[in-house]
């Protein structure tokens, strides 16, 4: 039976729902960085800026775990989007 938490998008940039999310970390997939690698939550233009802490939030909460002991996941470039006029600018600079 579902429940209509489940149904919640938690990743608005891959609409990745709290379901699915509970459904990996059932199958053991208990971290931010494999839950990105099977979900790909966190690659979105928001770079995991809107659902990180809910996920590890999540994790801690299914796994039992404190929340403090739930690794972050890897930052990886870009951290935040850069636009295009602004890499063109600073090379004129040289």
Avoid: H
Wanted: net charge positive; aromatic share 6%.
């Amino acid at each position: 039976m579902s429940n209509k938490q489940d149904d919640i998008i938690i990743c608005r940039c891959e609409e990745v729902t709290l379901g699915e999310i509970r459904e990996w970390i059932a199958k053991g997939y208990d971290t931010f960085d494999e839950l990105k690698r099977v979900l790909r939550v966190g690659m979105g233009p928001c770079q995991g800026r809107g659902c990180r802490d809910i996920i590890l939030r999540e994790i801690a909460k299914m796994t039992g775990k404190p929340y403090a002991e739930i690794p972050p996941g890897r930052f990886r470039p870009p951290a935040k989007p850069v636009k295009l006029g602004a890499i063109a600018k600073a090379g004129e600079a040289e």
